[in-house]
């Protein structure tokens, strides 16, 4: 069967994003969060916020990119990928490679690398060797080239063999996932020359610019605040066009799309990429801010954290992927650290259960997650009206 032209196949119906109402919610709501992130710089600049939590948002607007391309081929094309956290970390690994060149050298090899370096019997120090696959990362532009190539490629490879051979549902999740802790190990032996499980450190500059002036704090946080609107447009525009219409009859009904001569495992594959590269771009951003970049960003927790996000912002809404992710890491950075209030001791050791909480609430209560409910709380003020 020959593959059709992008118009709607007969008898399928592929729906739409969502209503103009809702989209017209969906966009003051994210009218909402732009205007407040906007400001931080400004109140930064005051002395009403501090630099280190303008630092903090630009780390979690890094996670928030992850969250919008996790939410397209999950939200949108109904595929639950647990492997957005390698793709994140690929894209952070090279910037951090890119990065500890910029730091202190010995003999030519980053300090990063040094301190773990992995000798073979009969090596000393001085006879350290630099691999050649951190050379090509010292260029900046080729450096933020294959920091979104790189995880791409690989979304590719999984996607095609993955998607090609109809591996779906809980087992596409558990071999995206395999894959993951795979990676992990990997990337935590010494003898791969990346530095182990201590991980990419000692950052100094980017772009000749010292990373630990205030200045270049906030100089990344509005670079991040740009990607993640750029990002959040062009995956609006994505969900806007026929490509995004056949994206929702795989969710909906992927069967009866191949029988009308569509290949979905093109459009999964196509889907899947471009989240990969949105991970790598996330990551690119994220490491400079963390001034960290190691295996445990690849463990099974990041891989949940991520559904998490988009699952409690609200799945197949984008702005609702972007809120899951900044509320749920703010409320992260709150309730691990210790505090009290009336007599009563809060500990980091109760996250956890805050979470599985909130998570349980969310799909008892609140399927469509935050951003339903501010469309159900900006409904009822509408007939009050």
Not at 63 to 84: K, N
Request: with cysteine; net charge positive.
């Amino acid at each position: 069967m020959t593959e059709r032209t992008m118009n709607e196949p007969a008898g399928i119906h592929l729906g739409s994003l969502c209503g103009a109402s809702a989209g017209q919610i969906n966009k003051a709501f994210g009218g909402v969060i732009l205007a407040v992130a906007a400001l931080l710089p400004l109140l930064a600049q005051a002395g009403l916020v501090s630099v280190e939590t303008v630092n903090m948002a630009g780390r979690y607007m890094a996670l928030a990119i992850v969250a919008l391309g996790l939410d397209l081929i999950w939200g949108y094309t109904g595929i639950l990928s647990l492997c957005q956290a390698f793709f994140f970390a690929l894209g952070g690994y090279a910037m951090g490679i890119h990065l500890a060149h910029q730091g202190t050298l010995h003999n030519g090899i980053p300090e990063a690398l040094y301190v773990v370096y992995p000798y073979k019997i009969g090596e000393t120090r001085g006879m350290e060797v630099l691999p050649w696959f951190w050379q090509i990362f010292k260029p900046f532009p080729l450096t933020i080239i294959l920091g979104i190539l790189i995880p791409g490629l690989v979304a590719g490879c999984i996607g095609f063999a993955g998607f090609l051979s109809r591996v779906r549902g809980v087992y596409f999740s558990i071999l995206t996932q395999a894959l993951t802790v795979a990676a992990m190990m990997f990337f935590s032996k010494n003898e791969m020359k990346l530095c182990g499980t201590n991980g990419l450190t000692h950052f100094k500059t980017i772009a000749g610019y010292e990373l630990s002036d205030p200045s270049t704090k906030i100089g990344l946080y509005v670079v991040t605040l740009l990607c993640l609107i750029g990002a959040y447009l062009l995956c609006l525009l994505i969900t806007k066009t026929r490509f995004g219409r056949v994206l929702l009859a795989v969710r909906d009904s992927e069967t009866a799309l191949r029988f009308a001569g569509y290949k979905p495992y093109a459009y999964k594959t196509a889907i899947f990429v471009f989240a990969g590269m949105l991970a790598g771009l996330a990551g690119l951003l994220y490491t400079p801010q963390a001034n960290i970049m190691t295996p445990s960003y690849m463990e099974a927790r990041w891989s949940i954290l991520m559904v998490i996000w988009v699952a409690v912002g609200g799945r197949g809404t984008l702005v609702g992927a972007v809120t899951g992710a900044l509320v749920i890491n703010l409320l992260y950075s709150i309730m691990t650290s210790q505090w009290s209030i009336g007599g009563f001791d809060w500990k980091p050791d109760y996250w956890p259960f805050v979470l599985g909480l909130l998570f349980i609430v969310v799909v008892l209560a609140l399927p469509n997650g935050i951003a339903g409910l501010w469309r159900k709380l900006i409904g009822k003020v509408a007939e009050l009206d």
